[in-house]
């Protein structure tokens, strides 16, 4: 495979293979496909950065965990045998400096606010002018196990306390609305054309207050209006106070299955926008301003005992109007066939095949 991530920093292949995507190949445009997966970086700047985070002297090994599509997460064990994650967004992951200072700040606001399990930020950088090159995050490592490797073998009882967990979370979540739709990002990063997080709903006083001062809603970081030339196009990205605003900068209007036909797109996009306020035209509480995790699959969630210890990967996470952002949970998602009653020999199955 020929290599898209050439860097100065280490010309030593192992170091490259932290850098670039290793884990998959394409059949189409891979050069471009690898390239928006590469990002280069100072190691041992990143190794000196997470031992100063944790209180240890130096890191003594790096890992680069499974990585996905739009991140690399690398495991740093130091010389106290403490044990930290870095986050390095790819190219791709979304626009420079709001997705990670949204990310952190949804992060902080989903652990301290909404008391949900999230695994505390230590050090964070959302830009690339520091001295390991590029955006950052370090974090404790999650505790528990991934969900993905133990759910196939957990019993009912056990899967159905987790989704109990899950909808706890999802009701903590459901609990705040916000005055507007956007990005959630830390008041002290003062991003341009940002308003104050003002909760709508009954809370006490002293909580919204705290929230307003520490929180602001911004642009969305959502990867449907900054993929490839859309983060060029001058968009409403938000914040924004209204359905009807919401809905004429939906994603939908920038995507359909006539993309090859510029003219039958401008067509499907004209008639979208004559139809767009009739569609959030609905009752008040479907269009409030929510903070939904749309991505709490397995792999995201970790747990031990039959409980949730963690739960990863608020990226791209916003305050949008309830009515697009809740669904539910990939783990309910069943792929089984249909049955419409018990099978004649149910009573004598083995319970794991009752459930």
């Known amino acids: 495979m020929r290599s898209f991530c050439k860097t100065k920093k280490h010309s030593d292949p192992e170091f490259e293979n932290l850098f670039r995507y290793t884990s998959g190949r394409w059949l189409w445009d891979e050069e471009q496909q690898l390239r928006d997966r590469c990002r280069a970086f100072n190691l041992v700047e990143l190794q000196n950065l997470a031992a100063k985070a944790i209180g240890s002297n130096n890191c003594v090994s790096i890992t680069k965990l499974a990585e996905g599509g739009y991140n690399k997460v690398f495991r740093l064990v130091l010389n106290d045998d403490k044990v930290v994650l870095a986050r390095i967004p790819n190219p791709n992951a979304g626009p420079p400096f709001y997705t990670t200072a949204s990310e952190v700040a949804t992060m902080e606001f989903a652990r301290n606010f909404l008391r949900i399990r999230v ?58 609305s916000f005055s507007h739709y956007g990005g959630i990002y830390f008041a002290s990063d003062a991003v341009e054309g940002a308003v104050p997080a003002q909760i709508t709903t009954e809370v006490p006083a002293e909580f919204k207050e705290q929230v307003s001062k520490t929180f602001t809603v911004g642009p969305t970081t959502s990867r449907d209006f900054w993929n490839k030339e859309r983060s060029m196009m001058n968009l409403s990205r938000g914040p924004r106070s209204s359905p009807k605003d919401c809905a004429l900068c939906s994603d939908d209007m920038l995507v359909s299955s006539a993309q090859s036909s510029p003219r039958a797109h401008l067509q499907l996009l004209e008639r979208y926008l004559r139809i767009a306020p009739s569609l959030v035209d609905i009752d008040a509480p479907l269009t409030r301003s929510t903070l939904w995790h749309t991505d709490l699959h397995s792999s995201n969630l970790f747990v031990d005992d039959s409980h949730v210890t963690a739960v990863i990967d608020w990226q791209s996470v916003w305050a949008g109007p309830l009515f697009l952002q809740a669904q539910p949970s990939p783990l309910v998602d069943y792929q089984g066939s249909i049955l419409l009653q018990r099978p004649d020999n149910f009573d004598n199955l083995d319970p794991k095949y009752q459930a």
Do not use: Q
């Open 119 to 176: 695994p505390r930020v230590l050090e964070w950088n959302a830009t690339a002018s520091n001295p390991v090159g590029s955006e950052y995050i370090i974090m404790e490592e999650a505790a528990g196990t991934p969900l993905e490797k133990v759910w196939n073998d957990m019993s009912p009882d056990s899967k159905l306390s987790i989704m109990k967990e899950v909808v706890s979370m999802e009701t903590k979540m459901l609990s705040i």
